[in-house]
């Protein structure tokens, strides 16, 4: 599809909230992808799935295929661990002498980070003492999410990622030594990979990203995927679910069908464009720059489905009026009730493809094409039924020409000019006093009767 791909429908089904038969039924999630056709965007239709490479002897299909032999892609097939509650996390191997972590795999952000203390929500940590190959760097960085904070010493060290690389690579990693609300009871992971672009890396962009890093060294395609298999298994419990991190690469057997792909609108977040929601098969009748404002982005460290305050009560609503769910709420601890997760919460930023959506797909971010891709992922069934679907494509001649709001300036961008103003304030501040401690030293010059200095002697040389 490349650049005629227009972006992502999700019509979230009433029906996924009423099905209790565990008979084939349409899936609750579907994924219709719309392309612009030739008279509206005057261009030709190009094909809407995404044609996958040949399969080697190996039965992998990569991307683009690597130009060096450093990584080995079907050792990473069910390298993941978690669920969509707490996350899905990867094994590493960091520093000399090895020390094995558990790594949250986060689409949403771009730093790399571990624990470098004990906390009591944790198994382990990244001790640098027991580290010949560690360097720190010399500052310290703080990195805030949606919930939770960090902050951490910026160093770098080398790191092994067991299932898929036969050699170590030297990062940029940050060891937390303070946080808030970042490490939460019942989690298993120990740090954070953030896969997002160097846009969003703290301090600065100009810090290099453990998978920007990783391309370099390795020699991999600037592509990675993700299958998360906990699609409709319970989060609660002591069990994990698998998935996989296929990080240079595509794995065939790891989707059915065809790829979908959809234009990644900046790079900073993998922010996409969303036309529309349905629910019910209803659509909700939005501007669609509504389900944009001010991002729509696919986020694998956000757990549930986020949508705009005005998104999100039009989706209640339009449950409640196409469906006989009746919703009792919750008025307190110790109650009898059997609960169930809505899997969508209101947002004041950004509609975020959390990782309640993403566990239906395999999800493909090729960095090199700059597109986000969607397949049907096997994983993502209950009882033989498949829970997402996609199909497509649609006319988009009745959406608007661009359903991206218009931003006056993303986040980096706002602190390096507030960075500027104060700057320049600080400037003008600091003249002014200068200014005024200074004790005025003007020489009195001999009066010229003849020099014409104020009103009065101008109007007298008038009269003369």
Avoid at 82 to 104: A, F, H, W
Avoid at 144 to 170: A, H, M
Avoid at 289 to 301: P, Q
Avoid at 359 to 367: A, K, L, N, Q, S
Wanted: charged share 15%; with cysteine; aromatic share 10%.
């Amino acid at each position: 599809m490349g650049a005629l791909a227009r972006a992502l429908l999700l019509p979230l089904l009433a029906q996924w909230l009423l099905r209790a038969a565990p008979a084939p039924a349409p899936a609750p999630f579907t994924l219709p992808l719309r392309v612009a056709g030739a008279a509206s965007r005057g261009a030709s239709l190009a094909p809407g799935p995404g044609t996958p490479a040949a399969p080697r002897a190996d039965g992998l299909a990569l991307a683009l295929e690597p130009a060096g032999g450093a990584a080995n892609f079907l050792a990473m097939v069910d390298n993941l661990q978690g669920d969509s509650g707490r996350g899905y996390y990867l094994e590493m191997l960091i520093g000399t002498p090895p020390q094995k972590l558990q790594i949250l795999v986060d689409t949403g952000s771009s730093n790399f980070a571990v624990a470098g203390a004990p906390h009591s929500y944790i198994d382990g940590y990244f001790d640098t003492e027991r580290s010949s190959t560690y360097r720190p760097k010399g500052f310290d960085v703080t990195v805030k999410y949606t919930q939770g904070s960090w902050t951490g010493s910026v160093g770098e060290d080398t790191v092994t990622i067991p299932r898929g690389f036969n050699s170590s690579f030297l990062v940029n990693i940050a060891t937390i030594f303070e946080s808030e609300n970042f490490f939460l009871p019942g989690i298993k992971w120990n740090g954070i990979l953030g896969l997002a672009y160097a846009t969003l890396a703290k301090p600065s962009s100009s810090l290099e990203t453990f998978f920007d890093s990783l391309v370099t060294q390795a020699d991999i395609p600037n592509v990675f995927s993700m299958q998360m298999c906990g699609a409709g298994l319970p989060v609660a419990g002591a069990g994990t679910n698998g998935g996989s991190l296929v990080l240079g690469g595509v794995e065939p057997s790891l989707y059915k069908g065809d790829i979908w792909y959809t234009p990644i609108k900046e790079e900073w977040y993998y922010q996409i464009e969303i036309l529309k929601l349905e629910i019910g098969g209803q659509s909700l009748n939005l501007d669609c720059r509504e389900y944009n404002a001010d991002k729509a982005i696919v986020d694998s460290g956000t757990t549930l489905l986020r949508l705009p305050q005005k998104v999100f009560d039009a989706v209640v609503e339009a449950v409640a009026r196409t469906s006989l769910l009746y919703i009792q709420p919750m008025m307190g601890a110790g109650l009898n009730y059997e609960c169930y997760r809505f899997g969508i919460s209101p947002s004041t930023n950004a509609l975020v493809i959390g990782a309640t959506v993403m566990e239906g797909f395999y999800v493909i971010f090729d960095r090199a094409r700059r597109r986000v891709g969607f397949a049907a992922s096997p994983c993502a069934e209950i009882a033989g039924a498949p829970v997402s679907e996609i199909s497509g494509p649609y006319s988009t001649d009745d959406m608007a020409s661009n359903c991206v709001p218009a931003q006056s300036l993303n986040e980096p961008v706002l602190w390096i000019v507030s960075y500027a103003l104060m700057s320049v304030c600080g400037v003008i501040l600091l003249v002014l006093i200068v200014l005024l401690l200074l004790p005025c030293r003007c020489p009195r010059r001999p009066r010229d009767p003849e020099a014409v200095n104020d009103e009065s002697s101008l109007v007298r040389h008038r009269w003369k």
